[in-house]
């Protein structure tokens, strides 16, 4: 859990508070969104492609917070999305498999930035379930995507960076590092951006999936692996990446009419019931968002501690239920 304790540690130094008017404002504005064939460092998020092997990458660009999502990355993160998925549709772009990547060799996504997750509980139930909806509705873009995407787990993908993680297509990790982070629980709050579902999906097991959200399971890449969650393992985080780019080679090298109507197919089936889910998860974290004890668990894992967390029965902080 040291690596875990790490990033929640980073993530929290690094505050953003964006109003749903300044994140829809910024989805209209295509900010901070770099369409290159090299990677900006001021950059959000980076989109290049590789004419050659018909493969792009997708880059989360912020490694000093360990890629951390905040509102002003869903909106260039969507972006991106709505753009390139505009021109695979068109053809402005020859592209059969995407690769999506975490900046740095330190984490896929730390998830949620916890600071500007505590900064919600000034907010009204309502007004954090409509931020909660966008946030969630930004990230998940990721499957409107007419081609497959492969995750590259080069570090650890926590919280909101593993539902991330789950929602695309295929995934490459790590093996022996501690990765794949159901913590929300430990957090004190609901799970979100669809992860109740996808896991559900992946694992093919709701008493294994409803256990790992429970307890706030991190998993390592070989565990994950042997449950499915992870398609391929390597044994040095220096190999994730060029390991994604191979899978995406392969899936890229077959019969692209074959591979967009298969991928729309599976995801299809897969999606079956996913509105439903964030719906309520959105609203089920907004109530977490309410109550007095919530950053509490954040709190305790900074300080390697037990988490002190307040009865169910306790009264909700009056900021967010009185608006």
């Not at 950059?43 to 792009?56: I, M, N, P, Q, T």
């Not at 022996?176 to 799970?191: A, E, V």
């Not at 197919?265 to 977490?288: F, N, V």
């Amino acid at each position: 859990m040291n690596a875990v304790r790490g990033i929640l540690r980073v993530s929290t130094t690094k505050t953003c508070s964006q109003s749903f008017t300044t994140t829809t404002s910024l989805l209209r504005q295509n900010h901070h969104v770099r369409f290159l064939t090299t990677s900006s460092s001021d950059s959000l998020v980076d989109w290049h492609v590789d004419s050659a092997s018909k493969v792009g990458t997708i880059t989360l660009q912020s490694p000093q917070s360990f890629n951390a999502l905040t509102m002003e990355l869903g909106a260039a993160f969507h972006s991106t999305i709505t753009q390139i998925r505009h021109d695979l549709t068109t053809g402005r772009q020859n592209v059969n498999a995407i690769v999506l990547q975490g900046a740095g060799d330190k984490a896929f996504s730390a998830g949620g930035n916890v600071a500007w997750l505590q900064s919600l509980r000034h907010n009204s139930i309502p007004e954090n379930e409509a931020l909660m909806l966008q946030f969630y509705r930004s990230f998940l873009s990721i499957r409107q995507l007419p081609v497959p995407v492969v995750a590259a787990l080069q570090g650890p993908a926590i919280g909101a960076g593993c539902c991330l993680a789950m929602a695309c297509d295929l995934r490459v990790a790590v093996a022996d590092t501690k990765l794949l982070g159901f913590t929300f629980s430990k957090l004190g709050i609901h799970s979100g951006l669809g992860g109740t579902h996808l896991l559900q999906r992946l694992v093919g097991s709701s008493s294994k999936a409803n256990e790992w959200l429970l307890t706030g399971k991190v998993l390592t890449g070989r565990e994950a692996h042997q449950w499915g969650l992870v398609n391929r393992l390597v044994d040095d985080v220096r190999d994730v990446k060029p390991a994604a780019v191979e899978l995406a080679h392969e899936v890229a090298r077959q019969n692209p009419m074959a591979i967009r109507t298969m991928i729309a197919t599976l995801r299809y089936q897969q999606d079956q019931g996913l509105e439903e889910s964030i719906l309520m998860e959105a609203k089920a974290q907004a109530i977490c968002y309410s109550r007095n004890d919530w950053g509490e668990g954040v709190q305790a894992a900074i300080e390697k501690r037990d988490p002190e967390f307040d009865d169910y029965h306790t009264t909700p902080a009056t900021t967010a239920t009185n608006k």
